[in-house]
């Protein structure tokens, strides 16, 4: 059963509008979220992340949205440009089970295409 | 970027040979991870590192096994290989207990291929 799902395979943004990415969870033991982006024959780089006390963190052109009781983060990237082309991961973990293990689980992933 | 490296890069070999991938770091982290990436399935883990010599499973751990003998170095085995092992790897490290975040940086990745 996945624990996070990215809904869209796939999405298509002019240049200069905003992309809003989208990622659901299931496990409410989840307190810290990332985003990650990955090119083409490249490891994934991490890109923001959110702590679940928090409901929005940015940074430059990159806002993600937390929705706690929706148990919904989204990927906001305002302007969007040809080079954020690329498939962005969805990941969180459950710091406060105590595990000690430190995993990440991982959406599906979505690939992001910016039209010049 | 983090200092990760990951040997080698490309491989092919054949069905039911014995295959190693190699895992370096020069970040010091404690916890080190091995995920493969597959179309439709998203980074899925294989096994992780919480310190030298210590290791447990993730959630696709059959077919493959690990070594942590120094804290730079992280090994992922394939005993026999088979045409289902056939990925991306990655290997990715995160400082872990401690540290304010769970972030996890990646290597390049290895593709492996098997025929």
């Known amino acids: 059963d996945q624990q996070v799902k990215q809904n869209s395979p796939s999405l298509s943004v002019q240049e200069g509008r905003i992309s809003i990415l989208n990622c659901d969870y299931t496990?409410?033991?989840?307190?810290?979220f990332l985003w990650y982006k990955k090119y083409p024959a490249e490891g994934p780089t991490f890109l923001i992340s959110?702590?679940?006390?928090?409901d929005k963190n940015e940074d430059g052109r990159f806002t993600v949205f937390l929705n706690k009781s929706a148990k919904h983060l989204s990927l906001h990237i305002v302007p969007s440009q040809p080079g954020d082309s690329a498939v962005y991961f969805c990941?969180?973990?459950?710091?406060?089970?105590?595990?000690?293990?430190?995993?990440?689980?991982f959406g599906k992933g979505t690939k992001l295409s910016v039209i010049p | 970027d983090a200092g990760i490296t990951q040997s080698p890069r490309h491989k092919v070999t054949e069905t039911g040979t014995p295959v190693t991938l190699r895992c370096h770091q020069t970040?010091?982290?404690?916890?080190m991870y091995w995920y493969r990436q597959d179309p439709g399935h998203g980074l899925r883990l294989i096994h992780y590192?919480?310190?030298?010599?210590?290791?447990d499973k993730g959630e696709v751990s059959d077919g493959y096994s690990v070594s942590r003998s120094k804290t730079e170095d992280f090994l992922l085995t394939l005993e026999s290989a088979t045409s289902s092992q056939t990925s991306v790897y990655f290997c990715?490290?995160?400082?872990?207990?401690?540290?304010?975040?769970?972030?996890?940086?990646f290597g390049p990745g290895t593709r492996l291929t098997v025929l």
């Open positions: 990715a490290i995160s400082e872990g207990e401690g540290s304010l975040s769970d972030t996890q940086y």
């Open positions: 496990n409410s033991m989840f307190d810290y």
């Open positions: 959110i702590s679940s006390i928090k």
């Open positions: 990941a969180a973990s459950a710091r406060a089970s105590g595990a000690g293990s430190y995993q990440l689980t």
């Open positions: 970040e010091n982290h404690r916890y």
């Open positions: 590192s919480y310190g030298v010599k210590d290791t």
